[in-house]
DNA sequence: TTGTAGGCTTGTTGCCGACAA
DNA sequence: TTGTCGGCAACAAGCCTACAA
């Protein structure tokens, strides 16, 4: 007889925090509003899962030519995940192809999605080797301290108090909080090292603190990316995966049927699911030719946001075999020297010279 | 400027220690000789997966009618591997379907396939409280310890020596043996709780110590199974794998190429990668009915293998639907009662009345 | 304002035999 | 034969201030 024990519940859906999980996820991440239609790029998911295997694709895929290079879809759910383990935000959508009847409709106004409000009690520190040591505990900048953290009462000596903080997984941490030292400062002592060691932390990673309007702290992460922490899945090879995603694709297109994906904005380069007025906006409304200037947005280290300007210098497919006509990375665009990139993984990697990418019109 | 730090190889292919990847796969695995061939089930493949991402299949997945249940392929790779977080031993094989015409060649004589000849001078220990607790170090068994270990000086008083231990990863672990206490008993103490603690072992998991034919100590894990382990993937949704090992398999078919599958033997409940010779023995040269005894091997505990009769209480397609003239668990067999089924998994279940299963006519 | 280091206290790890299952 | 415990010693964790960047 197998005994499934009562309070163990695998798969359970819960509701993650929504402010947490953007926090977490960056300024720059956007995810479409429930019920809206949207775009959704074979090309892009391919990407992503290229990142996540750490493989590229190769010549062993086959060619889905009934699968377009964009699936005009109703986006059916969208729930926000984060990964057991690492604490990795990800999030699952569920999608149906429309018909091409479906399509005619008109667009609702609530389509362009629900762009990422950060919070504003919300304070973001990246880890140094003495926050991380278990020497010692956690030293909270001063503003960050005043702002996100309830006031200590002065007449103690010295002033302390008891912080709980609620992670994504609504796991409860605390800490103690105290103002000492000279010069004085605020510190989280008691608790921090068992935090640290749970969450694996190391010099480099983040943590992030929001206190939010129903007086509660919330307490995420955001780890330095490691490159080689990526491994290979011994599921299903990468080759599978990839045909896995275009055949699923191809046969909910054919079918008009839901399909299921993740995105998972922290492994992949660009968002491939898009609401569909931002698209239509920026593929119809808007005229583009070489030698235009072009905007891009950044995350810069301390998670806030930063605008370059570049320069078109192409438009065309980026795989006219396997994918023509896409507006996937149809548009080259190049930037100027000394633009020191921060990637949305926190790999800032320094552009000493000029460099080019391939974006989408849409892309932010 | 991007740069890829030299000594750092992802997915490099080392070649993994054979004795130690069966001893920690068990008795019963067994993988088919490079070059032979092997007939291959999607029905398989597709539990594995299933069991892998803790998610049955459901009607969303598109039929492959071009896709038979049973595709004759040559094995053009095998290669051993570990799962560099859990130690999880797996193996990854590259398979073509061969074309009518080549399946027609007479078979070869050692295409049977290399059974897991378990080594002689090893031992296996599920690991007590104490042994896993930081107050002491791990209780030798002393036939155990008099078998595989080198022998202690018994000049010294008390006893002792420094063991060096390789791990599936050939990580060097070191140990100090010492013969002591009141009762005298071997004790492994200085490096031991090192090595629980990166292992992240726990009571119930256990451990096994190879002395082989090159003097040296091999050491592997096998991990209690703890069901909860298995994590949705967050890269691709169950029914896009599912859909990708199909059509992997169909693609592969259709062309005649080569397409690659993980075994992963302590996930997937049966084995669906077989020895082509094998296959045909069992199929075309056994006469079956219901009434016939069917034997069945099961690992124990200590991780020998007993015999189990059955009766066969039905032959027949397991899926009429999707899998038609399917020898994928095409066999119902009856085990009578107070059977304690120790399964790969050390998830031992008993069994404490009648339990019918699926097998296949050529399971071991 | 805040990162790191030195001093000092306290809690945990880890080696030992005793004892009992 | 071997699992667990109490004793005890060594060590690391963790709280504090000092100092300098």
Same mark, same amino acid.
């Given at each position: 007889?197998?005994?499934?024990?009562?309070?163990?519940?695998?798969?359970?859906?819960?509701?993650?925090?929504?402010?947490?999980?953007?926090?977490?996820?960056?300024?720059?991440?956007?995810?479409?509003?429930?019920?809206?239609?949207?775009?959704?790029?074979?090309?892009?998911?391919?990407?992503?899962?290229?990142?996540?295997?750490?493989?590229?694709?190769?010549?062993?895929?086959?060619?889905?030519?009934?699968?377009?290079?964009?699936?005009?879809?109703?986006?059916?759910?969208?729930?926000?995940?984060?990964?057991?383990?690492?604490?990795?935000?990800?999030?699952?959508?569920?999608?149906?192809?429309?018909?091409?009847?479906?399509?005619?409709?008109?667009?609702?106004?609530?389509?362009?999605?629900?762009?990422?409000?950060?919070?504003?009690?919300?304070?973001?520190?990246?880890?140094? @080797?003495?926050?991380? %040591?278990?020497?010692?505990? *956690?030293?909270? !900048? $001063?503003?960050?301290?005043?702002?996100?953290?309830? =006031? #200590?009462?002065?007449?103690?000596?010295?002033?302390?108090?008891?912080?709980?903080?609620?992670?994504?997984?609504?796991?409860?941490?605390?800490?103690?909080?105290?103002?000492?030292?000279?010069?004085?400062?605020?510190?989280?002592?008691?608790?921090?090292?068992?935090?640290?060691?749970?969450?694996?932390?190391?010099?480099?990673?983040?943590?992030?603190?929001?206190?939010?309007?129903?007086?509660?702290?919330?307490?995420?992460?955001?780890?330095?990316?490691?490159?080689?922490?990526?491994?290979?899945?011994?599921?299903?090879?990468?080759?599978?995966?990839?045909?896995?995603?275009?055949?699923?694709?191809?046969?909910? @297109?054919?079918?008009? %049927?839901?399909?299921?994906? *993740?995105?998972? !904005? $922290?492994?992949?380069?660009?968002?491939?699911?898009? =609401? #569909?007025?931002?698209?239509?906006?920026?593929?119809?409304?808007?005229?583009?030719?070489?030698?235009?200037?072009?905007?891009?947005?950044?995350?810069?280290?301390?998670?806030?946001?930063?605008?370059?300007?570049?320069?078109?210098?192409?438009?065309?497919?980026?795989?006219?075999?396997?994918?023509?006509?896409?507006?996937?990375?149809?548009?080259?665009?190049?930037?100027?020297?000394?633009?020191?990139?921060?990637?949305?993984?926190?790999?800032?990697?320094?552009?000493?010279?000029?460099?080019?990418?391939?974006?989408?019109?849409?892309?932010?």
């Amino acid at each position: 007889m197998i005994t499934i024990v009562g309070e163990l519940v695998i798969g359970e859906k819960r509701c993650l925090n929504s402010e947490l999980w953007h926090a977490c996820a960056g300024p720059l991440v956007c995810l479409p509003t429930l019920g809206s239609r949207v775009v959704y790029f074979p090309q892009g998911h391919s990407e992503q899962v290229a990142a996540s295997t750490n493989k590229e694709i190769d010549g062993h895929i086959p060619n889905y030519p009934s699968l377009p290079p964009q699936l005009i879809c109703q986006l059916h759910n969208v729930t926000m995940h984060a990964d057991v383990e690492t604490d990795e935000v990800y999030a699952q959508m569920t999608l149906q192809p429309l018909t091409p009847q479906e399509q005619k409709d008109t667009y609702l106004p609530a389509e362009m999605g629900i762009s990422s409000k950060q919070p504003t009690n919300y304070f973001c520190k990246t880890l140094t @080797a003495s926050d991380t %040591s278990t020497h010692g505990g *956690f030293s909270v !900048p $001063r503003r960050a301290a005043e702002k996100v953290f309830p =006031p #200590l009462d002065f007449s103690q000596q010295p002033p302390a108090q008891e912080l709980i903080a609620r992670d994504l997984h609504d796991v409860e941490w605390k800490f103690r909080h105290i103002f000492r030292g000279q010069p004085k400062r605020h510190l989280l002592t008691t608790g921090w090292s068992v935090f640290v060691s749970a969450k694996r932390l190391v010099a480099g990673d983040s943590v992030l603190f929001i206190w939010n309007e129903k007086n509660q702290l919330l307490l995420g992460i955001r780890r330095a990316s490691r490159p080689q922490t990526v491994m290979p899945s011994s599921v299903l090879s990468s080759d599978s995966m990839h045909i896995g995603l275009l055949a699923a694709a191809a046969h909910a @297109a054919a079918t008009n %049927s839901r399909f299921t994906i *993740f995105y998972n !904005p $922290r492994a992949s380069p660009s968002e491939f699911v898009i =609401p #569909l007025s931002k698209y239509a906006k920026a593929v119809y409304h808007t005229r583009v030719s070489v030698g235009m200037r072009f905007r891009m947005l950044f995350e810069t280290e301390e998670s806030s946001v930063r605008r370059y300007m570049g320069t078109i210098t192409g438009i065309g497919d980026l795989d006219p075999v396997r994918w023509p006509n896409s507006h996937w990375r149809s548009v080259k665009v190049r930037y100027s020297c000394y633009v020191i990139v921060s990637a949305l993984c926190n790999d800032h990697f320094s552009v000493t010279n000029d460099f080019s990418v391939y974006v989408m019109l849409f892309q932010h």
